[in-house]
């Protein structure tokens, strides 16, 4: 406690002998952490083509491969599979405004018991955010950022064109974005297409794409596609208010 009424004195003090060039850091502060924001109106009119988590992918491999993405309308993916990514990824998605407050409590409660980092609280609202706008790598400015912008997405934008835009973007392997491409490479069929069975593994593995493959047999996949059929049938695709 004392040494934070330390650091707020001095804070005082800096503002008081520079008062105008506070304000102003202050002020590009703020814009900095809204740039995203002016551009959040428009997904609920345009699909995202590339996003900041595939320019961080370019980059990683050194500009040897450009993701691969095939755009869809919502109404050409499968309603099996957008039922089995908000059992898994967010089931309360039609009821939250962009952050599920009782599963983040959760969430830090649970990774506070253990040292290693167990289950995130991140919505798909904000798990969009986090692929259109920023990348992986972590930091408590990034994550005040990641809330700011959500916010305002939930604000401007539909539930349906928040799905829309998140089958479109998400990875679902190296190199790999978007519910059509990842139905045509693991399973030779449409995101239109995709039977209970392909939909649930593909939802499994959105959590570590880069490790497991939807097609493959792995124990992860099995046991998570497993408890995706056991959420399905309490999802309710765009239910009446």
Known sequence: MFELTECWEKLRE??????????????????????????????????IRISSLMDQRILENFFLYYPSQSRVALADVSPVLQKSIIAMEDDAFFTHRGINWNQLELSIQGNKRSSKRKRGGSTISMQLVKNVYFTTNRSVI????????????????????????YVNIVEWGEGIFGAEKAADTYFKTTAAKLNVNQA?????????????????????????SGIIRGRYNSVVLFPEK
């Open 200 to 224: 649930t593994r593909m939802a499994a593995v959105i959590p570590a794409p880069l490790r497991y493959k939807p097609s493959e047999n792995s124990r992860y996949v099995m046991r998570r």
């Open 14 to 47: 800096y503002y008081k002998a520079h008062r105008f060039k506070t304000i102003l850091l202050y002020l590009l502060l703020i814009f900095y952490s809204a740039i995203p924001v002016f551009q959040v109106p428009f997904l609920d009119f345009h699909t």
């Open 142 to 165: 990034r994550k005040v950022k990641e809330l700011m912008v959500t916010a305002r997405l939930e604000k401007e934008v539909s539930k349906a064109g928040i799905l829309k835009n």
